[in-house]
Structures are given as C-alpha cells and as structure tokens.
C-alpha cells in the first residue's frame, strides 16, 4: 500500500481487509491490499495458495481475485460518497490470455466509459446503480495474463430509522 | 456420485478427484464430484466454505466451481479418447442471475452446437482443439443461480519416447 493516503483512505482500507478476511472464501485466498490511489485498486494473493496442476495460478484463482478486486472498488466508492448499499456482482467476462508463474495481483478500475460521479449520482436518486469494471492481471515480465470486464449492482440499504 | 457407472468411469473419477485434491485451491474449495453420467459433470463444495457477506454463495467460488466441473469434462473426455493433453481454460463469461443460499452444485457439459466426436477428431489429427462447456448452478427450489460459457483448449503432450 502506498503511504501517502489520506487517514479517511487508510481507515476505508482497513475497513475493506477485514471485510476480506470475514469471508471464509476470502479469508482462504490470503489476500491483500495492494495499492488503492483512490481509482486503482490492486490485490495480492501468493502463487503458492494459488497453483495449479501445470506450475501457473489457477484460472478460478484469477477470477475470485479480480471479482474481489471489482467488489471492493465498488465498495470504496460507494462509502466515500457517504453512501450504505449492497454491492452484488451481476455478470462476468474473463480473457485468460497468458499463465502467470508468479504471485497474483488483481487491479480493479471503472470503465473508461463510465465515471463515478454519475454512478453516485444515479445511485442516490434512484437508489440503485450499475457499474462496470476493468480488471486486469499482469504479468511480472510485462503484459496482461488476465483480462476481466465485470458489472456490478448497488443497492442503498433501508435506512434505518433515528434513535 | 452415481453407483452404477463402469468400472473405467470409476477410475477416471477417481483420478479426477485425486487430481483437484492435489490443487491447493482447489482442495482448500472442499469439493466433490457429485454426479457424472458421461456427458455431464457435477461437482459439489459447501456453503460454509464459500459463503460471503451477505450469507449466500460469494460469485467467485461459482465461477472457481464452474472452471473446475468444466475443465473435468473436458480432461474425462480426453482420458476416454486414449488421449494425453493439457487442458486450458481460455476464456469464460458468468452470469448471476439468484443468489444461492445452499450448497454450490455446478454442471458441466458440452455446447449444444458442439460434439466431442468432432472435439477429439480435432484433437488428434491437429494436436489441438477447442470445446465450450456450458456450466450451470441450479437452485435447490429450481431455477438458476448462476450460469457460464467456458471455453477450453486442449493441447496433445508431446509423447515420450518408448523405452
């Protein structure tokens, strides 16, 4: 993690790793918060946790980290707005184009299309939104081993009532 | 699993289940192969393994669960053939249409278009082919949970020399 970050950045990420770590199948990966720079966010997982038959991360592996990767951008997100919803992965297209021999990183962003103003936005007047993400894993040596397009649903909770 | 397949079926799902123990993340998914009648594969793994914050089946151990039912099928019909070949995932579109608060069950089987007679004739006499399994999770009430488009290539291992 980058240790320029605001303390409002810092206590978000420290509310999103134990999140992580709540969740049984999260928990398993023994992930990590890479890097966040407020539009990028990057996980980390070990190879070891992660290898398959032929040496390289499984392709299950991959996915699970980008989807985390992408909840966890929405997530970010949607609290820095001051905002309470439910963020659900509705769909997933992922590209494995080259096996990683080394640990995993996931980095999340929005669609080069879409802006997080008019995600917010949407999501306060109607009290629900839809995002789409870019995730991609790259390879040490350079390049992309793994090309994610994912769309996510938030839903603002029912606020609870005063006192 | 059901009792009245072949002995060969027996071995090869014994292989097969010996083969994703041997993963660590698939191990670590506590799966089973649960049903195989030939054409399609089923693997199951618990909600308490896979469950994420909001008490239902987190969207990537589906994804991981239909990645390993799908890339089965394809290695069983490989293993069937006679044939040696690594199997690779290529590439694989999700959608989550109902959240599951049950058990993860995912099955595979080829595309409707697609057959493995003409997948093996491929693979023979090129050294390599491709084959898109459709993989589904049903709901215990009925319906879906969550559905995928995986494709696979296979690649022959170069064959070792006699003696």
């Known amino acids: 993690m980058t240790d320029d970050r605001s303390p409002a950045d810092a206590d978000a990420l420290r509310r999103l790793e134990a999140h992580y770590a ?6 398993a990966m023994d992930l990590r918060v890479r890097d966040w720079d407020g539009e990028r966010l990057a996980l980390a997982a070990p190879l070891s946790v ?9 392709g299950g592996s ?17 609290e820095a707005a001051g905002l309470d919803a439910d963020v659900f992965v509705a769909d997933s297209e992922v590209r494995y ?14 669609d080069d299309d879409a802006s997080w103003q008019s995600f917010i ?22 390049g992309v081993a793994t090309q994610g397009r994912l769309r996510y649903a ?7 009532l005063p006192g």
């Open 121 to 142: 936005a949407t999501l306060r007047a109607r009290g629900r939104a839809r995002a789409t993400v870019q995730a991609t894993v790259p390879l040490p040596e350079g």
């Open 62 to 78: 991959l996915a699970s980290l980008m989807t985390l990767a992408a909840w966890g951008l929405v997530t970010l997100q949607v």
């Open 22 to 27: 709540g969740m049984p199948p999260a928990a």
């Open 154 to 160: 938030a839903i603002l909770r029912t606020p609870s």
């Open 50 to 58: 992660h290898v398959n038959d032929k040496g390289c991360a499984f």
């Open 97 to 110: 184009r080259a096996p990683l021999f080394a640990d995993l990183v996931a980095e999340a962003r929005l």
